[in-house]
Every structure is written in structure tokens, then in C-alpha cells.
């Protein structure tokens, strides 16, 4: 057994600088160091699982749990949650155990039914063309602000009940504080507590238009949903409508921005797509395979000890599963760091595995196919007005997304 005591090197998973040369730090890791010790910037002590059959195995073990209250001592969840005011964003499926996540995952998955994701392909459509319309004549644009970012979060907010005219504040509130939540640097908690506030006032407002008056959207199921009797907790449901939210475009946000990346970048694969339309499923997952939109999954804790490739990982240790490496692992994917759109078997994990696989993944699948065969269609002759070595990863610790991708056609 060999018991890693030395001091843990310090990682910075979030910064712009790690993105853009992470995978061939990961490549280094599965070969010689599969199960790393880190330390996050905040002083947190990580474990990261880089190989794919490990963080298959990871995501699927109840040894990891998502939720640490029955772990840690009050120190350590003061550390971890350091501000009341996340009890109103935590408390939702994507971090809880059973039977909790049990029960709240029932309460919404009937919202994500595949019947229910393809009655919304006509609309989805709509939406798509409606921004290239605005778009079209004037010969260049900004993927992510113009088109990857308003698709998705349309969607959602319709789905919900929510104006869209209050998209670009969501979107502030939410880089803020997914930044703040994920890092628990105290200077980025301390800037975020004023947006954490405005974002819990809005969906209190939200929920109390909806209990005078409900109406056909998700919102509404969630305040009159009941599952084997149980409603959601006050807690739960500004947790579940906050998650759902964030959950519902940006994922979709750097799936189609990484998208047109990835196209832009092998411009064989492009003119390829564009020849066979048909080939826009395999293609969408070759995407999620090679630039995923999540780049490490949400954190776990050991529930008690556990040995893994003679690494002892300690109970209450917090686990953090590298989804972009086990997607170019050289044991699973043949010639990993090639973009290959006709790539067979693709058994990505860019959806997770397990209980927490992403619910949204048929809803994201859908709308990255719509909004990448439009766009091929409609621009044709699309590509980077850049160099691509001055584009910039959003530093963000779970997501991989690009800040912006200025293309012209």
C-alpha cells in the first residue's frame, strides 16, 4: 500500500491557462499518476481520477456520495459552505444521495421524457432560425453571445415560465456564482453574495406569481408536484428551479460553441458534415467526446476508505472525476486526440454515468443538432475570424466553454 503523505501540489482546475493545456496534462496523469492529490486554491484537498474505467467506476460507486453533511465536522462544512444563503442553491438532485435524489429526480425527469424533448423539436427550430435571421446579413458574429447562448437559455426559460428579457441577468448572476460555488475562494464568495442574494429574491418572486397563479410550466409542476405523497421543501425548490436553470443551457452553451470550434478547427470533418447531414448524431457525440461541455464532474466525498491504484483515499476525502481525460483515454478511444465525426462506439462520459447522469442530455442532444445542421446550411462558408491561439477558455471549475468564438461567413 502506498500512502501518498507528501504535501499536495497546488492545482488551479479553474484558471483560462490550465484549460487550454489540460489534456496533455491529463494524458501525463493516466500514465503515470492516475489518482492525483491536489490542492484546489481555497486549501481543499482533491483527489483526481483521469483514467476512463476509473471514473466510469467512480461515478457509479455509493462509496462516492455527492452529499457531505455526514461526513464532515461543522469546521469543514463552514469551509466547504460558508454562506446561508447557498442552502437556497444547494439542495437539489445534482447534489444529493438517495433516497433524497431518488425523490427529486422523480419529481422533474417526467419534464424530460424523450416524448416530451421531441414535441419541442419544431419550436427549438423556430428559435434557431429566428437568431440567424438577425444575424445573417451582417457577415460575422460572436458564436457563444449571438447563437450558443440564447438558443438554450430560450428554451429553458420557456420551459420554466420565465421572461426571456431576463436572460442576459441570468446569465451575469450565474458565471458569478457558479465561480464562487465551485472555487470557495473567499474574495470571489464575498463579490458573489450580492448576486446570490438578487438571484434567491428573483425565483422567490418567481414561485410566489406561480402559487397565485399557475400555469402550464415547469415551475408551476414543481410547487403542485407530489411524489408517494412528498412535495419539495422551501429549500428544494429554489434549489431545483436555480439548478435547472444553469443546467438547462450551459451545458448546451459549450456543447454548440465547442462544436464550431472542433468543425472550424478540422475543416475536413466540416465539409464532411456538411455533405452528410446525416451524420450529425455521431458527429454530435464525437463533440461531446473531444471538447466536452463539462470538463470535470461535480465533486464527490469518500464515504469511507478507499484503496485505488495503492492510493488510499481517506474518508470524507472529496473526489473529483476528470471527464475531458477519460473521454481521450488511449485504452478506450481509438487514436483519442483525433475529431473524427464517423467515430463508432463512442461511449463517451460526457453525461456522466449512473444515477446523476445528466437528465438534460436527450434536451442538449437535440438542440446541439438543430443549431450545428442550421447553422452548416444557412453559413456555409463559415469560419474563425481569429487566430485560433488567442481564443480563451472560460475559467470556470466544472464547465469547459470558450469566452467567445468570433467567426464570419
Known amino acids: 500500500m502506498s500512502i501518498s ?31 492525483y492529490r491536489f490542492m484546489l486554491p481555497n486549501g481543499q484537498i482533491a483527489w483526481l481520477i483521469t483514467q476512463y474505467e476509473d471514473a466510469q467506476a467512480a461515478l457509479k460507486d455509493n462509496r462516492f456520495i455527492k452529499n457531505p453533511h455526514t461526513l464532515l465536522s461543522q469546521e469543514q462544512m463552514n ?3 460558508p454562506m446561508l444563503e447557498r442552502d437556497l442553491l444547494i439542495n437539489h438532485m445534482a447534489l444529493s444521495d438517495p433516497p433524497d435524489h431518488t425523490r427529486l429526480r422523480n419529481l422533474v425527469e417526467k419534464a ?19 437568431l440567424l435571421d438577425e444575424i445573417q446579413d451582417k457577415g460575422k458574429m460572436n458564436v457563444i453571445d449571438e447563437f450558443a447562448f440564447p438558443l438554450p437559455i430560450i428554451v429553458i426559460f420557456e420551459m420554466l415560465g420565465i421572461p426571456t428579457k431576463d436572460r442576459d441577468q441570468f446569465r451575469e448572476w450565474s458565471n458569478v456564482i457558479i465561480e464562487a460555488i465551485t472555487t470557495d475562494i473567499p474574495e470571489k464568495m464575498q463579490e458573489a453574495l450580492p448576486k446570490i442574494q438578487s438571484l434567491i429574491k428573483y425565483i422567490g418572486h418567481l414561485i410566489e406569481e406561480r402559487r397565485k397563479d399557475p400555469t402550464e410550466d415547469l415551475v408551476s409542476a414543481l410547487i403542485q408536484a407530489e411524489t408517494e405523497g412528498e412535495k419539495l421543501t422551501e429549500n428544494e425548490l429554489y434549489s431545483m428551479i436555480f439548478l435547472l436553470i444553469i443546467a438547462g443551457y450551459e451545458t ?41 461541455p463539462v470538463e470535470l464532474a461535480t465533486s464527490r466525498f469518500a464515504g469511507e476508505d478507499v484503496l485505488l491504484h495503492e492510493k488510499l483515499i481517506r474518508k470524507g476525502d472529496m473526489i473529483v472525476v476528470a471527464l475531458a481525460s477519460a473521454n481521450r483515454d488511449e485504452t478506450q478511444f481509438k487514436n483519442p486526440d483525433l475529431f473524427d465525426i464517423t467515430r463508432k462506439n463512442n461511449r463517451h462520459l460526457a453525461f456522466g454515468m449512473g444515477i446523476h447522469y445528466c437528465l438534460g442530455a436527450p434536451l442538449a442532444r437535440l438542440e446541439g443538432q438543430i443549431a450545428l445542421l442550421t447553422l452548416l446550411r444557412r453559413m456555409p462558408n463559415l469560419r474563425l475570424n481569429t487566430d485560433a491561439e488567442t481564443l480563451k477558455w472560460r475559467p470556470t471549475f466544472i464547465m469547459r466553454g470558450l469566452i467567445e468564438l468570433p467567426v464570419v461567413f
Open 79 to 81: 469551509k466547504l459552505i
Open 5 to 35: 503523505n507528501h504535501k499536495a501540489p497546488l492545482l488551479d482546475l479553474f484558471s483560462s491557462e490550465f484549460k487550454g493545456k489540460a489534456y496533455s496534462f491529463y494524458t501525463r496523469l493516466r500514465e503515470n499518476e492516475p489518482v
Open 112 to 130: 424530460f421524457t424523450p416524448k416530451m424533448i421531441k414535441e419541442l423539436l419544431g419550436r427549438i427550430q423556430e428559435i434557431t432560425d429566428t
Open 252 to 292: 448546451t452553451v459549450n456543447l454548440i460553441g465547442n462544436g464550431v470550434l472542433a468543425l472550424l478547427q478540422h475543416p475536413e470533418q466540416f465539409e464532411k458534415l456538411k455533405s452528410n447531414p446525416e451524420l450529425i448524431s455521431s458527429a454530435i457525440e464525437e463533440i461531446l467526446r473531444f471538447y466536452g
